[in-house]
């Protein structure tokens, strides 16, 4: 018979994990940092687009609201300690902020079928101050490829020197013979459909300086009412909000918070004038440009009611429009079209800026039901 060696006791289970007090640190800051980001989620929620400060947190890449919680709940999984408690945390902030994340969960849609024999072909496009540093060619030749019935075009001005002047508008007239060119401050709308009605919305409120500095701050809006035949009227809103940030000025220099406040007091009334225009509108709506809102700023709140994002019709699972340049990640969606219930969109996809702008072109293909 064999005789048991007594243990001395030693205050320790001699079976516990070994590998379990090395992952107890790692643990408790991913509980932590899943913690931190449901209540960022849920603060951004209830803050952004309210208050003009938050707009400095808005600047975050829109996919971070996907992309965080997901990589928090695999390195739970990968540890495997507290994995629930932080599955639970992550799962609550995807869900919080899936609709910031810019992911586009209706690609599937597919749009509203195949295109009638009189749908219009739209071209959206931040020219980024229009032709400026010897890009002429090369901005006409973009717009001559496009082929399309009506352009939507921001940014008809220069940043560093005086123009552009009449002359560049002759030059329009000239590429696009047979349509009509609408131009207000930095907005041009070029049509093969004829202009039944040109209107720039005036924005009230807007800050005196602001007002009085030309129509290129004044007007932020040109809607003009197209004759799409057959008796039926399309409104199309051409648009570009003031940026909000200044990649002159960083967070530590006081210049950054007063560029905040004023460009959010140049966005609200032009996000006001828009929306009472439209719900006054009896017409069909296409609004479409460079809103400089991306998909995680709650501003897309302030958007005229019933209208739903195009999207639906792009095959893209996360559409980026800027930045289109060299060195920078295309992670941020500021380019937009919007349509009312009564217009289909056939199809929709963001172009490459071709080395001219910054921002991709939009490309649509619309129609109304005939009569």
Known sequence: MTTATPVAATGTEPDAPTGAAPRRLPAALLVTAAALWLAFTAAHLAISGRWWLWLAVDAVPPLAFAVVPLT???????????????????????????????????????????????????????????????????????????????????????????????????????????FHVVAVGELVTVSRLPVLRQTPLAADGLPPAVAEAGDQWRYKTLRTDLDVGGGRVLSMYNMHLPVQLSPDHGPFDRDFYRVLREQHAQREPQWRALAADVSANPHPVLLAGDLNTSPAMGDRRKLPEGLRDASYAMPSLYP????????????????????????????????????????????????????
Do not use: M
């Open 320 to 371: 980026a429009s800027w930045a289109d340049s060299p060195g920078w990640p295309q992670w941020w969606r500021l380019d937009w079209a919007f349509v009312s219930p009564d217009v289909r969109v056939h199809s929709y996809r963001f172009d490459t800026g071709h080395g001219v702008s910054d921002h991709r072109p939009q490309e649509l293909v619309v129609s109304l039901p005939g009569r």
């Open 72 to 178: 928090l709940g695999v390195g739970a999984v990968v540890l495997r300690r507290r994995w629930r408690t932080v599955a639970l945390l992550a799962a609550a902030a995807l869900l919080l902020g899936a609709g910031q994340s810019g992911v586009n969960i209706h690609r599937w849609h597919g749009g509203d079928g195949v295109a009638p024999a009189d749908a219009v072909r739209v071209f959206v496009w931040n020219t980024d101050y229009w032709d400026e540093g010897g890009q002429t060619e090369a901005l006409y030749r973009v717009l001559r490829d496009a082929d399309a019935d009506v352009y939507l075009l921001q940014e008809y001005w220069y940043a560093r020197t005086a123009g552009p002047t009449e002359v560049a508008l002759d030059r329009l007239r000239a590429e696009f013979p047979g």
